[in-house]
């Protein structure tokens, strides 16, 4: 284990360890994350999201910054991505109960908010489902051009803000990795079962949940890279 890993440890343990040892602090992470749900989301992805890129580095490169990595531009990115995701769990959250109770099913939204039964788990997974259906694409692919941005002006925080070539960018996608993994596969066999676990939580754990899923996403990516590029994969 290199310095760097410890150090890297280290910090993501810090980040939860005061909450789990000072229930004041606790305390003001839920109201926080109720009073303040966007800006908790901004920096809860912008900080756990950027890290389980950097992981997904030190899988792939061995190293966590790679020149050009661009750590700030990547963070603003997914904190604004963060805030989109809030307000995708609140439409979502909040208007596949309503559908599935213009379908039948009487209180749909008593149920999301009472206990975990059978017909919450239901619940969760049709909203997890359409969230992934309709919004999940959509994020991943404006991610995927936020990268490309980021890389093509080699992590320079003065190029964050002018705006890019959208149509260039979207081009220089690769389609078949997008479509054949992301999409096809990370979408139905991870995003899905794992934000209807999600949505069994209570909301102001939400966001943070779904921001540690983006870590843990990172390193799938990053194993799946390894793979692809071993002799006898190509």
Do not use: C
């Not at 000072?22 to 809860?44: G, N, V």
């Not at 792939?60 to 603003?76: K, M, N, Q, S, W």
């Not at 995003?191 to 779904?210: M, N, S």
């Amino acid at each position: 284990m290199k310095r760097s890993d410890i150090i890297f440890i280290l910090v993501f343990v810090g980040l939860f360890l005061p909450f789990f040892l000072s229930h004041r602090l606790f305390e003001f992470f839920l109201w926080f994350s109720t009073e303040w749900a966007f800006t908790a989301s901004f920096i809860k992805f912008a900080v756990l999201a950027t890290l389980g890129e950097m992981l997904g580095n030190r899988i792939r490169t061995g190293i966590y910054l790679p020149a050009g990595f661009g750590l700030i531009p990547r963070a603003v990115v997914w904190g604004f991505l963060g805030m989109t995701v809030k307000a995708a769990f609140m439409i979502f959250g909040n208007g596949v109960p309503s559908i599935i109770e213009h379908l039948g099913m009487e209180n749909a939204s008593a149920v999301m908010a009472g206990p975990v039964t059978a017909p919450k788990i239901l619940l969760a997974f049709s909203i997890s489902f359409f969230l992934n259906i309709f919004y999940a694409p959509v994020l991943m692919i404006t991610h995927r051009v936020s990268d490309l941005h980021i890389a093509r002006a080699h992590g320079a925080k003065s190029k964050l803000f002018r705006m890019p070539g959208i149509a260039q960018l979207l081009s220089s996608v690769e389609w078949k990795s997008m479509w054949g993994f992301v999409l096809k596969k990370t979408i139905p066999f991870f995003w899905i079962p794992a934000q209807t676990v999600t949505f069994l939580l209570h909301p102001e754990f939400q966001v943070l949940f779904a921001a540690l899923l983006s870590t843990v996403l990172g390193i799938i990516l990053a194993f799946s890279s390894q793979t692809k590029n071993k002799p006898g994969n190509a």
